[in-house]
C-alpha cells in the first residue's frame, strides 16, 4: 500500500471509538479537518502554544460548534503530571458559572493524551483581543509618564 492510500485510512481506536486518519508515527495524533476525536468533528487548527493545540470542531448533536484542547499537540511525549494538571483545570472550570469563563462539555483522553471540548468563542486569540483592547492607551506609555485625563 502507498503512502497515500495508508493517509487515508481510517481506524477506531480506544474504548471511545475515536476514529483518526493513519498518519506517520511522529504525528499520528496530529488531527486534520474532517477527523472525528470522540463524537466531535474536526473543522480545523486554531493555534497552538505552549499547552497544547486547539481545534474548531462540530458537535453533531447539538449542531454547535466548539473548541478542543488537545494537551502537547497529541504528542506521545507529553508526561502524566502535565495530564493531570490539564483534567484538574478542566475540573475546576467546569465548576464555574461566569460570563468570563468558558463552559466546559467534556474531558477524555486521546490516544494518551487528554482533551478538553469547550465552548468555542469566535473573534480572534487573546493576544489580537489584548493588543486591540490596549491600543488606545499606547500612546500613554511613551509619552514621558502623561496618562489618561491629564491635560
Same mark, same amino acid.
Given at each position: 500500500m502507498s503512502r497515500d492510500q495508508s493517509q487515508t485510512r481510517t481506524r477506531r481506536d480506544g474504548p471511545q471509538g475515536l476514529v483518526i486518519k493513519n498518519r506517520p508515527a511522529a504525528s499520528a495524533n496530529a488531527l486534520s479537518a474532517g477527523d472525528r476525536l470522540a463524537e466531535y468533528i #474536526?473543522?480545523?487548527?486554531? %493555534?497552538?502554544?505552549?499547552? %497544547? #493545540?486547539?481545534?474548531?470542531?462540530?458537535?453533531?448533536?447539538?449542531?454547535?460548534?466548539? +473548541?478542543?484542547? /488537545?494537551? %502537547?499537540?497529541?504528542? /506521545?511525549? #507529553?508526561?502524566?503530571? +502535565?495530564?493531570?494538571?490539564?483534567?484538574?483545570e478542566a475540573q475546576a472550570m467546569a465548576k464555574l458559572c461566569h460570563p468570563n469563563v468558558i463552559t466546559i462539555f467534556h474531558v477524555g483522553t486521546f490516544r494518551h493524551c487528554v482533551f478538553i471540548a469547550m465552548e468555542y468563542v469566535s473573534g480572534g486569540t487573546l493576544r489580537t483581543g489584548l493588543a486591540r483592547s490596549l491600543a488606545p492607551y499606547q500612546r500613554y506609555s511613551t509619552s514621558g509618564g502623561k496618562q489618561p485625563g491629564d491635560s
Amino acid at each position: 500500500m502507498s503512502r497515500d492510500q495508508s493517509q487515508t485510512r481510517t481506524r477506531r481506536d480506544g474504548p471511545q471509538g475515536l476514529v483518526i486518519k493513519n498518519r506517520p508515527a511522529a504525528s499520528a495524533n496530529a488531527l486534520s479537518a474532517g477527523d472525528r476525536l470522540a463524537e466531535y468533528i #474536526v473543522e480545523g487548527k486554531l %493555534g497552538e502554544g505552549g499547552a %497544547g #493545540v486547539v481545534y474548531r470542531a462540530r458537535d453533531p448533536d447539538l449542531h454547535r460548534s466548539i +473548541a478542543i484542547k /488537545l494537551l %502537547g499537540g497529541g504528542m /506521545l511525549s #507529553v508526561d502524566s503530571s +502535565a495530564r493531570a494538571r490539564l483534567v484538574r483545570e478542566a475540573q475546576a472550570m467546569a465548576k464555574l458559572c461566569h460570563p468570563n469563563v468558558i463552559t466546559i462539555f467534556h474531558v477524555g483522553t486521546f490516544r494518551h493524551c487528554v482533551f478538553i471540548a469547550m465552548e468555542y468563542v469566535s473573534g480572534g486569540t487573546l493576544r489580537t483581543g489584548l493588543a486591540r483592547s490596549l491600543a488606545p492607551y499606547q500612546r500613554y506609555s511613551t509619552s514621558g509618564g502623561k496618562q489618561p485625563g491629564d491635560s
